[in-house]
């Protein structure tokens, strides 16, 4: 079975996006049947350049993304949710649609903060810096999931075992 992770932030072009990246590349490295997708409560329509440019940097293969609602995750056809993460503070705080998940129950649902790299100062080396650091952040804690037994947890010790990784 596919674990579905949705990645949200407002405007779906930073910290999400680079969430989505860095777990499907991973996943198809480890070879763990998991899909990271990501959304946005208010998309801004484009990725950031900055995150485009370390995913590249990095290796990390970028077609497909592209800035889109969360709306697209709570209709009928949409991948069946198992987990679902916010990584921006205002999008923690805003009231989510409600996703379908894996057998009809709702997606584990938890908050990963991370400030937004567009607003680091000292101007594009400081936002360029800000945004590897970002990848690589997220990208560990990417990996902290996929090393979870995902397969035999319920719901409550999947949701212990992601809040642990958040507070790492």
């Given at each position: ?14 910290r999400s996006v680079l ?54 995750f709570a209709q009928p ?10 990584v921006c503070d205002s ?78």
């Amino acid at each position: 079975m596919t674990f579905h992770v949705l990645i949200l932030c407002t405007h779906n072009s930073a910290r999400s996006v680079l969430a989505e990246a860095m777990l499907n590349h991973w996943a198809a490295r480890l070879g763990r049947d998991v899909r990271a997708h990501s959304a946005g409560s208010a998309p801004g329509g484009r990725i950031n350049p900055f995150a485009l440019e370390v995913l590249t940097g990095a290796g990390i293969d970028t077609a497909g993304l592209h800035s889109k609602s969360w709306d697209a995750f709570a209709q009928p056809g949409a991948p069946p949710l198992s987990i679902v993460i916010t990584v921006c503070d205002s999008a923690a705080a805003e009231t989510c649609p409600v996703f379908i998940g894996a057998g009809d129950a709702q997606p584990v649902r938890v908050h990963w903060g991370y400030p937004d790299p567009s607003h680091a100062e000292g101007g594009d080396a400081g936002r360029r810096r800000a945004f590897e650091l970002t990848r690589q952040a997220l990208g560990y804690r990417m990996l902290q999931l996929l090393a979870l037994p995902l397969e035999p947890m319920d719901r409550d010790a999947l949701r212990d075992a992601l809040v642990a990784i958040g507070q790492r």
